[in-house]
Structure formats: C-alpha cells, structure tokens
C-alpha cells in the first residue's frame, strides 16, 4: 500500500469517529500490567487517539506516544488536556 492511503485511512471520519468505533478498553489493563513488569519509559508505536497511552501515563507511567496520524494525536492531545482539567477540577 501507497503512503497516501495510510494518510488518508487514519485522518478526517476514521479519526473522529476511532473512539466510538473502539468504546472500550478490554486491552489496557494487559498493557498496565506489561509496564509494571518491564517499567518505564514506554514508547507507544501508533498511539493514535491514546487508547491506551492515557490509562498507562495514567498509572504514573513515563510514556511517549508517536502516529503518523496528526488528526489522531491532536485528539489525543485534547484528551490529555481535558483529563488534566478534570483532574485539577476534582482536586479543588
């Protein structure tokens, strides 16, 4: 396959929509248990919307996510972002 198909498969619709399609996270708890048996730093290949980037980093984990994806990670920057202002919301 061309590079601009995977430029094209994972913007736009698939990645507004990537979290719907994907509602749950059976996996991540396997993946938390991955990072407590081998440690940090973590590098995620294909981090995309941070399915499962956030619940490790989440767990105090050091993690870096990389996607070819900019729409992709501009959603998973804003989840960031968002979980942080919730965090700081329910602290006060």
Same mark, same amino acid.
């Given at each position: ?10 913007? /736009?619709?698939? +990645?507004? #929509? *990537? %979290?719907?399609?994907?509602? $749950?996270?059976? %996996?991540?708890?396997? *993946?938390?248990?991955? +990072?407590?048996?081998? /440690?940090?730093?973590? &590098?995620?290949? =294909?981090? =995309? $919307? =941070?399915?499962?980037? @956030?619940? !490790?980093?989440?767990? =105090? #984990?050091? @993690? $870096? /996510?990389? %996607?070819?994806?900019?729409?992709? &990670? ?7 972002? !968002?979980?942080?202002? &919730?965090?700081? &919301? !329910?602290? !006060?």
């Amino acid at each position: 396959m061309n590079k601009e198909h995977y430029k094209s498969e994972y913007e /736009g619709f698939f +990645a507004e #929509f *990537y %979290d719907i399609l994907q509602p $749950t996270v059976h %996996d991540a708890p396997a *993946y938390v248990k991955f +990072a407590k048996e081998f /440690g940090d730093p973590i &590098l995620e290949l =294909g981090c =995309g $919307t =941070g399915r499962l980037l @956030i619940p !490790i980093a989440k767990k =105090g #984990f050091k @993690i $870096t /996510g990389i %996607d070819s994806s900019r729409e992709m &990670l501009a959603i998973c920057r804003s989840k960031i972002l !968002i979980k942080a202002a &919730l965090d700081v &919301l !329910i602290s !006060i």
